[in-house]
């Protein structure tokens, strides 16, 4: 997703094909902040619309899901999905995580993060691992706080990288990465997953691999490197 010009890009044979734009209509982009993916389809969350718009794999428009509540837009900036399909969104605003069943256009309140001292605003990457426990990235206390399905905390890790960005779940632990390639397993050691010095714009782990992306291109490597 290129957030700035508003687009999306599909990688197919070794080439990226962009597709999208700034546009209005349910399609459109105007403010895209966060994606996400479930079951091959794609969920973009446009803050300044209080909506996730999803898309299929080819980016053809399925659905426009709206993420307000009854007092308002919730400017939501940060998104993840669990296993069975929920979404949930982080409000600034609110400082709150609410959540959205595709199916249906009700939104529930899940988490007040207000009860936690210095989350105010902090909350910079969402990601659901093993049994749908929830990982938050907080990056302005550089730590990561960890949840259960039903949202009560179980631990809090510290992270020792500077200007923590991406949160991923690997294998029965979470990898933490910033955007010059510094990383850390909770608890561990960090160390240098990238060395060219060429900044990370997004991560994602699939089947095995680390998919990395640059500003000019898509890195692959082995799971197994950062064992």
């Known amino acids: 997703m290129d957030s700035e010009r508003r687009r999306l890009g599909r990688w197919i044979d070794d080439s990226v094909h962009v597709e999208g734009g700034y546009g209005v209509g349910d399609a459109g982009l105007f403010d895209p902040v966060d994606m996400a993916s479930h079951h ?3 969920f973009i969350l446009g803050r300044s619309e209080n909506r996730i718009s999803r898309f299929d794999p080819q980016l053809n428009f399925i659905q426009s899901i709206p993420v307000s509540n009854e007092d ?3 400017f939501p900036t940060v998104m993840g999905i669990n296993s069975r399909g929920w979404i949930y969104v982080y409000s600034p605003e609110k400082n709150e995580i609410y959540r959205v069943d595709v199916h249906s256009i009700g939104l529930d309140r899940f988490m007040d993060l207000n009860t936690l001292s210095g989350t105010e605003n902090c909350v910079s990457a969402m990601r659901f691992g093993r049994n749908d426990r929830l990982a938050l990235l907080l990056d302005c206390v550089s730590e990561v706080h960890l949840f259960t399905r039903s949202g009560k905390l179980e631990r809090r890790f510290r992270i020792e990288i500077e200007d923590p960005e991406f949160i991923l779940p690997i294998k029965k632990s979470w990898l933490i990465l ?3 390639g510094d990383a850390q397993i909770l608890g561990e050691t960090p160390f240098a997953l990238m060395k060219n010095g060429v900044p990370i714009q997004d991560v994602m ?5 680390f998919n ?10 082995d799971i197994d490197v950062v064992r």
Do not use: A, R, V, Y
């Open 72 to 74: 308002g837009g919730l």
């Open 178 to 180: 910033n955007q010059k």
């Open 212 to 221: 990395i992306l640059t500003d000019s291109e898509l890195i692959i490597l």
């Open 40 to 42: 091959l389809d794609i």
């Open 205 to 209: 782990i699939d089947e095995g691999f």
